[in-house]
């Protein structure tokens, strides 16, 4: 940084808005463009827009670049996330255009990459950092239009007529009004509705959409209502072909505010901005009036954080909670319309999230299982919870990258949407078959039978695109069915070569499964060899789904140490029993207190955080390697949302916990 801490900005992607950042930075009080990166430097006319600045051959020579500190991030969408993330791995500060990735999904990973690199990161909403904004913020707590009841705020515009060319009608380059323009009402109405509860934004706990898919795929025109916590309601709409008044409304109890293009503020080269309070049929005009151009808000905003040592924005309400927050808003109303772009497709997305071909690693522990051929690594990751393929990419990839080679599945995980999703995801990363333990499970109740074994397999293989399963659970049991004929029909799947390692039971009781054992043994059939139930530090109480079991307890350990069956356990770390919010007070998470809530369980759990004290760790991590540290084969299923969840879980992996101190942990 230059010894006037003046932040020196380069730009990738040198089109109309970088241009308009480019002056928002010329005529900003911190900032000074030095250089911008283009795959095609001798365009003629391209530095036309960007005066004084380098034209650099290429985006990675601009990562490269000594003499940049920030950069600026202004790609078509589908550039946001793989260069945000190249340019932080490189040290360097980012400032992403809106929207900062495709979805909310991609945005945390951006932002786990910025916290593990310490540098700041921010989505470029350039009309929240701005004094209109403050002072609309300022009447609606002054109460003049009473409580807030009502926001309607529109963004659209005509292109005319369908360019298949064009990015906005390009479904590959992510195109439509959602994401180009819809982020703002979006944005503003989550702003509006945070200030009536005097927060810098609020979420909403509903959000409905619909719209029309033209034909090229991509969303001509669209609306969503937003239902918030505090009963406020916003009625949001974008379009690409079709113009709207774009006026932002704001209705109370006692009137209304009104906004004409609220982003645009005071103009772009500054001037009057104009806030229309309407009460009882009169109307008073707050002028905003602002020298400063537009965009140097949020250059400066940026500037002075970069300058503080601070990793987002400090103005309230932009940092990265409000961005994620607001892609998700945007991911619920395109899923609303069934809206998914193609580069969010396995055949597009082969790659990972930043760009780069997904290779194995090796900093995941293996161990070896009876009857698997190949090592697994120590803990086995499950992905039910993610909407698409685009989601559940980023933590398969990562687990993948870092070692991992175990994965659940189910037939109706998600109707047979995780299959799908494992199936893809293999298949475009060219993951060699040989190297996954992969886990599929079936007849789960109602339809718990033995003939349902072989016709749900075949469809679970299909969608997994493989032949074959290393384990397989029967993921429920049904007693009034005979033991020997799950055997039976297990064993068949065993002798055709799709079962080609173990099989057993998910929520199987110990009786049950000895007399599956006894039945096999008797009659010349494979046994089971695997279970998969809740192992915990916690004992589950109360089953948190019909037919679960739980193999915590006294008795169940014993058996376990006694026969060695390998237990791939789910909700190993207690399902947040082991985090902040499972507190002895904090009673308003009714599955929490149901399942786990004791005070043998709380004496483990205090237990858990002093031991986690001592050695610099969280009590979720002690919770993990309590199972690992078993002296019977314990496999945890892990289950995380994001990147920094699956990093967080994978850390406790290098925890030894002592057989003295696995007994302690117990009490």
């Given at each position: 940084?230059?010894?006037?801490?003046?932040?020196?900005?380069?730009?990738?992607?040198?089109?109309?808005?970088?241009?308009?950042?480019?002056?928002?930075v010329?005529?900003?009080?911190?900032?000074?463009l030095?250089?911008?990166?283009?795959?095609?430097p001798g365009?003629?006319?391209l530095?036309?827009?960007?005066?004084?600045?380098r034209?650099?051959?290429?985006?990675?020579?601009?990562?490269?670049?000594?003499e940049v500190?920030?950069?600026?991030?202004?790609?078509?969408?589908?550039?946001?996330?793989?260069?945000?993330?190249?340019?932080?791995?490189a040290g360097k500060?980012v400032?992403?255009?809106?929207?900062i990735?495709?979805s909310?999904?991609?945005?945390?990973?951006?932002?786990?990459?910025?916290?593990?690199?310490?540098?700041?990161?921010?989505?470029?909403?350039?009309?929240r950092?701005?004094?209109q904004?403050?002072?609309?913020?300022?009447?609606?707590?002054?109460?003049?239009?009473g409580d807030?009841r009502?926001?309607?705020?529109?963004?659209?515009f005509?292109?005319?007529?369908?360019?298949?060319?064009?990015?906005?009608?390009?479904?590959d380059?992510?195109?439509?009004?959602?994401?180009?323009v819809?982020?703002?009402?979006?944005?503003m109405?989550?702003?509006?509705?945070?200030?009536?509860?005097?927060?810098?934004?609020l979420d909403?706990?509903?959000?409905s959409?619909?719209?029309?898919?033209?034909q090229?795929?991509?969303?001509?025109?669209?609306?969503?209502?937003?239902?918030?916590?505090?009963?406020?309601?916003?009625?949001?709409s974008?379009?690409?072909?079709a113009?709207?008044?774009?006026?932002?409304?704001?209705?109370?109890?006692?009137?209304r505010?009104?906004?004409?293009?609220?982003?645009?503020a005071?103009?772009?080269?500054g001037?009057?901005?104009?806030?229309q309070?309407?009460k009882?049929?009169?109307?008073?005009?707050?002028?905003?009036?602002?020298?400063?151009?537009?965009?140097?808000?949020?250059?400066d905003a940026?500037?002075?954080?970069i300058?503080?040592?601070q990793?987002?924005?400090?103005y309230?309400?932009?940092?990265?909670?409000?961005?994620?927050?607001?892609l998700?808003?945007?991911?619920?109303?395109?899923?609303?319309?069934?809206?998914?772009?193609?580069?969010?497709?396995?055949?597009?997305?082969?790659?990972?999230?930043a760009?780069?071909?997904?290779?194995?690693?090796?900093?995941?522990?293996?161990?070896?299982?009876?009857?698997?051929s190949?090592?697994?690594?120590?803990?086995?990751?499950?992905?039910?919870?993610?909407p698409?393929f685009?989601?559940?990419s980023?933590?398969?990839?990562?687990?993948y990258?870092?070692?991992?080679?175990?994965?659940d599945?189910?037939?109706?995980?998600?109707?047979?949407?995780?299959?799908?999703?494992?199936?893809d995801?293999h298949?475009?990363?060219?993951?060699?078959?040989?190297e996954?333990?992969?886990?599929?499970?079936g007849?789960h109740?109602?339809?718990?039978?033995?003939?349902?074994?072989?016709k749900?397999?075949?469809?679970?293989?299909n969608?997994?695109?493989?032949?074959?399963?290393?384990?397989?659970?029967m993921?429920r049991?049904?007693?009034?069915?005979p033991?020997?004929?799950?055997?039976?029909?297990?064993?068949?799947?065993?002798?055709?070569?799709?079962?080609?390692?173990?099989?057993?039971?998910?929520?199987?009781?110990?009786?049950?499964?000895?007399?599956?054992?006894?039945?096999?043994?008797?009659?010349?059939?494979?046994?089971?060899?695997?279970?998969?139930?809740?192992?915990s530090?916690?004992?589950?109480?109360?089953?948190?789904?019909?037919?679960?079991?739980?193999?915590?307890?006294?008795?169940?350990?014993?058996?376990?140490?006694a026969?060695?069956?390998?237990?791939?356990?789910?909700?190993?770390?207690?399902?947040?029993?082991?985090?902040d919010r499972?507190?002895?007070?904090?009673?308003?998470?009714?599955e929490?207190?149901?399942v786990?809530?004791?005070d043998?369980?709380?004496?483990?759990?205090?237990?858990?955080?002093?031991?986690?004290?001592?050695?610099?760790?969280?009590?979720?991590?002690?919770a993990?390697?309590?199972?690992v540290?078993?002296p019977?084969?314990?496999?945890?299923?892990?289950?995380?949302?994001?990147?920094?969840?699956?990093?967080d879980?994978?850390s406790?992996?290098?925890?030894?916990?002592?057989?003295?101190?696995?007994?302690?942990?117990e009490?």
């Amino acid at each position: 940084m230059t010894t006037d801490t003046t932040i020196r900005w380069g730009i990738i992607g040198p089109g109309r808005i970088a241009q308009t950042f480019a002056d928002g930075v010329a005529h900003s009080r911190s900032g000074k463009l030095v250089a911008i990166a283009s795959r095609n430097p001798g365009k003629p006319g391209l530095g036309d827009g960007f005066p004084g600045a380098r034209i650099v051959d290429g985006y990675e020579a601009l990562l490269a670049d000594k003499e940049v500190d920030a950069i600026y991030i202004a790609t078509p969408h589908t550039g946001h996330a793989e260069w945000a993330i190249k340019a932080i791995r490189a040290g360097k500060h980012v400032l992403v255009e809106k929207p900062i990735a495709l979805s909310a999904f991609d945005a945390e990973a951006i932002y786990y990459e910025a916290k593990k690199a310490g540098v700041f990161a921010g989505e470029a909403f350039m009309y929240r950092v701005h004094p209109q904004t403050a002072k609309l913020i300022e009447l609606v707590k002054s109460g003049i239009i009473g409580d807030l009841r009502i926001i309607r705020s529109s963004f659209g515009f005509n292109m005319g007529k369908v360019s298949p060319e064009h990015r906005l009608f390009a479904n590959d380059m992510a195109g439509g009004g959602i994401l180009d323009v819809g982020g703002y009402p979006v944005s503003m109405a989550r702003l509006i509705a945070g200030a009536a509860s005097g927060k810098p934004f609020l979420d909403p706990d509903k959000v409905s959409g619909v719209g029309h898919l033209g034909q090229t795929g991509v969303d001509e025109w669209a609306s969503a209502i937003l239902k918030f916590p505090n009963n406020v309601i916003a009625e949001v709409s974008c379009s690409i072909m079709a113009n709207q008044d774009n006026t932002l409304r704001i209705i109370g109890s006692e009137g209304r505010i009104e906004v004409a293009d609220f982003w645009f503020a005071s103009g772009h080269k500054g001037g009057v901005g104009k806030i229309q309070v309407i009460k009882g049929g009169e109307t008073q005009t707050v002028e905003v009036k602002e020298e400063r151009w537009l965009y140097s808000f949020e250059v400066d905003a940026a500037g002075d954080a970069i300058r503080a040592g601070q990793k987002e924005f400090a103005y309230p309400g932009i940092g990265w909670a409000d961005s994620i927050g607001n892609l998700r808003v945007l991911d619920q109303w395109r899923a609303s319309i069934g809206l998914e772009y193609g580069v969010e497709k396995a055949a597009k997305r082969t790659k990972n999230i930043a760009g780069a071909t997904v290779t194995k690693g090796n900093s995941i522990p293996k161990r070896s299982i009876p009857g698997i051929s190949k090592p697994a690594s120590l803990v086995t990751l499950g992905f039910e919870f993610f909407p698409n393929f685009a989601a559940a990419s980023l933590t398969l990839d990562a687990f993948y990258e870092a070692g991992g080679n175990a994965f659940d599945t189910a037939y109706v995980y998600g109707g047979g949407k995780t299959e799908s999703i494992f199936g893809d995801w293999h298949t475009s990363r060219n993951v060699p078959r040989e190297e996954i333990v992969l886990i599929g499970k079936g007849a789960h109740s109602p339809l718990c039978y033995p003939d349902m074994i072989a016709k749900q397999l075949d469809q679970s293989l299909n969608r997994l695109k493989t032949d074959y399963v290393d384990i397989y659970f029967m993921h429920r049991d049904n007693t009034d069915v005979p033991v020997g004929e799950f055997v039976d029909a297990m064993d068949a799947e065993v002798k055709a070569g799709r079962i080609r390692g173990i099989f057993g039971g998910s929520n199987w009781t110990r009786a049950r499964f000895d007399e599956a054992i006894a039945y096999a043994e008797k009659n010349g059939k494979t046994a089971p060899a695997a279970l998969s139930n809740n192992f915990s530090l916690a004992e589950m109480l109360d089953p948190i789904w019909a037919g679960c079991v739980a193999a915590s307890d006294d008795e169940w350990k014993a058996w376990l140490n006694a026969k060695q069956i390998p237990n791939f356990a789910w909700s190993s770390q207690g399902r947040g029993f082991f985090t902040d919010r499972a507190g002895r007070d904090k009673r308003d998470d009714e599955e929490l207190v149901r399942v786990w809530y004791s005070d043998r369980n709380f004496g483990r759990r205090d237990r858990a955080i002093e031991l986690a004290q001592k050695l610099g760790r969280n009590p979720i991590h002690i919770a993990l390697a309590y199972v690992v540290a078993q002296p019977f084969p314990v496999i945890p299923l892990i289950g995380p949302r994001t990147v920094a969840e699956l990093e967080d879980s994978l850390s406790a992996l290098d925890i030894k916990l002592t057989p003295e101190q696995v007994k302690w942990l117990e009490g």
